[in-house]
């Protein structure tokens, strides 16, 4: 697990000394990516605010720029198997992120899909659809 946020290494230190209680992070020993160049934001999609890149290849902004609060579950290999993408007042549901870990590693480790509300221990179903077949053969 990452976290990355378009916040700079001093403000992460700052939540990471403030409570939980008191809306803070701490306890929280994964590391954390200050993105403030923007760069990852931009590449997953999430960046929000107007700007665009210039002639050098440079992101030039006209206003603030903040990342919506993304989550990205990424396989082994890479690809983005899942993601939830909220708008700044909307937090993302931990409980619902932990089940696609589950459903994910059940399905790296037994080519079983997990259907819609799937959760650990449910019965799954062996899926003949081709990307599926494509990806365990690829992996």
């Given at each position: 697990?990452?976290?990355?946020?378009?916040?700079?290494?001093?403000?992460?230190?700052g939540w990471l000394n403030m409570p939980k209680e008191q809306g803070g992070i701490q306890g929280?020993?994964?590391?954390?990516v200050a993105d403030t160049s923007k760069t990852i934001?931009?590449?997953?999609?999430v960046l929000a605010g107007d700007y665009e890149y210039n002639e050098?290849?440079?992101?030039?902004?006209?206003?603030?720029m903040i990342?919506?609060?993304g989550l990205f579950l990424i396989d082994k290999t890479g690809t983005v198997m899942h993601q939830v993408v909220n708008f700044f007042p909307?937090?993302?549901n931990v409980d619902e992120a932990l089940r696609m870990v589950d459903a994910l590693q059940h399905f790296e480790n037994h080519g079983e899909v997990c259907p819609a509300n799937w959760q650990k221990g449910d019965d799954t179903m062996v899926e003949t659809h081709e990307s599926v077949a494509g990806y365990?053969?690829?992996h």
């Open positions: 697990m990452v976290a990355c946020s378009t916040d700079t290494e001093q403000s992460h230190w929280v020993t994964y590391p954390i934001s931009t590449n997953y999609g050098k290849d440079e992101l030039a902004a006209s206003g603030p990342a919506y609060r909307l937090g993302r365990l053969a690829a």
